[in-house]
DNA sequence: TAGATTGTTAATCGATTAACAATC
DNA sequence: TAGATTGTTAATCGATTAACAATC
C-alpha cells in the first residue's frame, strides 16, 4: 500500500518518540489519550500530533481522544517493530558495546545477534550475552543467517572499506555511526547518526542564546 | 552580528561533517577545493554546498574554488570550535563510557571534563583519564568549573530528575541522549538525540525499498 | 445540547533546487 | 578569451501551522 511510502521523516522520527511516551504513560488507568495531553507532554503542537498519528491510520473520537492500547499496537505495526529484524555490529569499540548493551533495541524492531571485530583481545567475548566474534566470519553467517542490517561503529578509518565488506556480503542496510560519508551504490540504504552535529547546534544555540562560552 | 542567528539547523548539522571531510582530506598538495568536488564526495548539491559555505562567510573564487585552510579555519570558527567548551556528563553508564571515551569531541568545539554517577562501583574510577565523581558532587563543581554544558545519559527513568538537578546547578545546556522528553523552562536549551528515531528511519526506509523483513 | 477534539483543507513558513549573472 | 565556478535571486518542494467543519 501507498501509506507507508509518503510518511515524511521529520514525522517519521517522532512517531518512536511517541510510543516511548505512550508505553511509560504513568496513569495505566486511563483508556484514553488525546493530541492535545500527548503535545503537551511532548511539546508538539497538538495539530501535529493529530497529524503525525493519521500516518499510522489510527483513527481517533472527538471530545474522546485515542484508545492508547490501540494506539500503541498500531504504531508498532506501522514502524514494523511488531517484527524484530536481526542486525550484525561491526566494530565493538566503547560505542559499539554501548550499542550491544542497549536491551531495548529489541522493543524498537532491531536485535543484535552478533558483534564483529579485528581485535583479537576482544574476539570470544561477550558483551550483554552478544558473542564478539572476528571479522573473517562476517560473510559467511550474514549469508547463513540472511542479515539484512549492519551497525557501523568502527574507527573512521576503516569505515568505508568495512562498509563496502558489508555490501559484499549481502548487507542491505548500514547503520552508520562514524562521522565518515560512506560512498556506496545507491541500492544501499545508509542511515547516518552523528554526534558532532548534534554537538553544533546544541554549542550554537547557546551562543544565540547569549550563554557566554 | 546577525549572522550566526540565521543558519538553518539542516545546514548547520551539515558543517561539522565539512570540517571532517576538509580534514581528513588525503592529498594535502591541493591548495583548493570546490564546491561541486566537495558535493560529490559528501552527496549533496553542489548549490547547496555553496550556500551552507555561505552561511560562515567564507568567500570562495570563480573557477579557482575555495582555500582549504581557510576554510577549514572558517568553519571551525564559525562553529565556535575554535574554543573548547568543558562538559559534564551525568550517567557514566555503557554509552556514557562511550561517550567519554570519544577523544574528537575536543576537535568538535567540547571537552568532557568530569563523570557524573550514583553507583559507588563506578564512583572513583577512570574512563579515558575522565574521573566518574558521585553526583552528590555535581552542584558544587559545577558551580566552581561554571560549567554550562551537560551531557544526560542516565537511565531513562531518572532523566528528568537529574535534568532538573543540572538545571539547578546552573547548566544552561542539555544534550538529552535518553528517550525521554525532558520538561524544562525555556532558558534551558535542550539537544535530543534518539537512538531510536534512526532506527525507525532506517526500518522503513528498508521496507519501502522492498527489503523482506 | 454544548463543547472539546478529531480530521481535513488552506495558508504559511522554511529549505532545497534551479536559473543565471558575475567573475576569475 | 573561454569556460568553470561562485554568488544571488527566483522557483519549487515539503513540512508545519492555522482555520474550520464534522462529530462524538
Known amino acids: 500500500m501507498a501509506l507507508t511510502n509518503t510518511v515524511p521523516e521529520p514525522a ?8 516511548q511516551y505512550l508505553r511509560n504513560l504513568a496513569d ?27 500516518y499510522t491510520g489510527v483513527r481517533g473520537k472527538p471530545r474522546v481522544g485515542y484508545n492508547i492500547y490501540e494506539l500503541i499496537y498500531t504504531i508498532e505495526n506501522f ?16 560505542l559499539g558495546k554501548a550499542l550491544l548493551s542497549y536491551q531495548d533495541f529489541q522493543h524498537f524492531g532491531m536485535k543484535i545477534i552478533a558483534a564483529f571485530d579485528v581485535d583479537n583481545n576482544k574476539v570470544g567475548t561477550q558483551v550483554n550475552s552478544v558473542n564478539i566474534l ?15 542490517i549492519g551497525i557501523l561503529t568502527t574507527p573512521a578509518a576503516c569505515a568505508q572499506k568495512v ?23 545507491p541500492e544501499v540504504i545508509i542511515q547516518n547518526t552523528s554526534m558532532y552535529s548534534n554537538v ?6 547557546l551562543n544565540n542564546a547569549g550563554v557566554s562560552m
Chains 1, 2 share one sequence.
Request: with cysteine; net charge positive.
Open 12 to 19: 517519521l522520527k517522532r512517531l518512536p518518540l511517541y510510543l
Open 28 to 54: 495505566k488507568s486511563k483508556m484514553n489519550i488525546s493530541a492535545p495531553v500527548i503535545g503537551d507532554d511532548l511539546g508538539y503542537d497538538p495539530t501535529q500530533v493529530v497529524k503525525d498519528l493519521a
Open 79 to 94: 514502524l514494523g517493530f511488531n517484527k524484530v529484524n536481526d542486525a550484525f555490529l561491526i566494530g565493538a569499540g566503547n
Open 134 to 148: 572476528h571479522i573473517d566470519k562476517l560473510e559467511d553467517l550474514v549469508k547463513r543467517l540472511n542479515i539484512k
Open 163 to 185: 562498509a563496502e565488506q558489508m555490501h559484499n556480503c549481502g548487507i542491505r542496510g548500514i547503520w552508520n555511526l562514524t562521522p565518515v560519508y560512506l560512498k556506496m551504490p
Open 200 to 205: 553544533a547546534v546544541l554549542l550554537n544555540k
